[in-house]
């Protein structure tokens, strides 16, 4: 089946710092869909890409739908504490809403 | 955004049991989802909660085990089956509206389950 590998697996940063993550593939998504997941609680949608090569910015953080379809990138900049907890990046091939879901980066900010 | 809920929460059940969880929407959803999340992993993708016809399930995953319903465009229930300390997990209801254009797939607070 699709896998996604995403990376890094962990950060550890300091407030006000600037973080990225991204996601690859071997197959073509036609939809990227980043999220945020707090413990104890479902993911949230950040931001979802409908194009590829497209830009999308949600407040401080900014995501890319790679060119070849296989990639993506979210940028958080000028982190703050709240920031905290596991991004997932999940890819769709069609309309049915079935998503594949990368392993997770887990985010640690320090005050 | 499509706002979801789960019941229960979370629970703690004894081996051989079953559990059933309910997922509720506060308006008709066309695409009705169930996931699961292990502890420290990652979200896999049960089976499509299909209205008014059977569940489509993924690989690995079967209806004996993972029995679904789907009454209407609001509501689903999901049950965990026999229930074994392998089923200890996090187990998501997620929806989209296929007719939008936009393929945005939201998630319920999820109920955590162990078993024992």
């Known amino acids: 089946g699709q896998q996604l590998n995403q990376s890094p697996q962990s950060m550890f940063i300091q407030e006000g710092e600037d973080v990225s993550m991204n996601c690859t593939s071997s197959?073509?998504?036609?939809?990227w869909l980043w999220y945020k997941q707090d413990p104890g609680e479902g993911p949230v949608l950040l931001i979802a890409?409908?194009?590829?090569?497209e830009l999308t910015s949600n407040g401080r953080l900014t995501a890319q739908f790679g060119i070849t379809r296989k990639d993506s990138f979210l940028n958080i900049s000028a982190s703050i504490p709240s920031d905290v907890g596991i991004y997932f990046c999940?890819?769709?091939?069609?309309?049915?809403?079935?998503?594949?879901f990368g392993d997770g980066t887990t985010l640690t900010v320090k005050p | 955004s499509a706002v979801i809920s789960q019941k229960p929460s979370r629970d703690i059940c004894q081996r051989g049991t079953s559990l059933t969880i309910q997922c509720q929407v506060d308006?008709?959803?066309?695409?009705m989802f169930w996931y699961r999340q292990q502890p420290g992993q990652s979200l896999t993708l049960i089976a499509t909660?299909?209205?008014?016809?059977?569940?489509?399930?993924e690989s690995g995953f079967v209806i004996d085990k993972f029995p679904i319903s789907r009454p209407n465009l609001t509501f689903s229930t999901l049950t965990v089956s026999n229930m074994s300390p392998e089923d200890s997990s996090i187990y998501l209801c997620?929806?989209?509206?296929?007719?939008?254009?936009?393929?945005?797939?939201?998630f319920g607070p999820g109920t955590r389950l162990t078993v024992l």
């Open positions: 308006s008709q959803v066309t695409m």
């Open positions: 999940a890819g769709q091939v069609t309309n049915a809403g079935k998503s594949t």
């Open positions: 997620s929806v989209e509206n296929s007719g939008s254009s936009y393929n945005e797939q939201f």
């Open positions: 197959s073509i998504f036609n939809t």
């Open positions: 890409l409908y194009k590829a090569g």
């Open positions: 909660a299909n209205q008014g016809s059977e569940a489509t399930y």
